[in-house]
């Protein structure tokens, strides 16, 4: 299987990072996609380890575990996107 990876570099601070980061996710044209799930993490060149700076917990420590994206499709062919924090948004309302 061939997977696509895509580095783009942020020289932001990290929360503008985080911004961009988000609104490039939210920019993907799900329709035109032919995937099930996309994997996915905010990194940062000083970080020897793969963390993943848009999964924070309560005490600011990054995890190392990719943030996903699953997409499906309804009856109707209607876009479905749910992200790993367990929320769903209908593909033209995101």
């Known amino acids: 299987m061939f997977r696509l ?5 942020l020289p932001h601070t990290e929360e503008e990072a985080i911004k961009m980061a988000n ?6 044209n799900t329709n035109k996609l ?4 996309i994997n996915y993490r905010l990194g940062h060149d000083d970080d020897r380890q793969k963390s993943n700076y848009l999964d ?3 005490n ?3 995890s190392n575990k990719k943030s996903k994206i699953l997409l499906t499709k309804d009856s ?9 924090d ?5 593909d033209d309302v995101v």
């Open 86 to 90: 367990g929320l769903t948004a209908v």
């Open 56 to 58: 924070k917990n309560e």
């Open 60 to 62: 600011g420590h990054v």
């Open 5 to 9: 990876h895509i580095d783009i570099p």
């Open 34 to 37: 032919d995937v099930e799930c």
């Open 23 to 28: 609104a490039i996710i939210a920019s993907f």
């Open 76 to 84: 109707q062919g209607v876009s479905n996107i749910q992200v790993n």
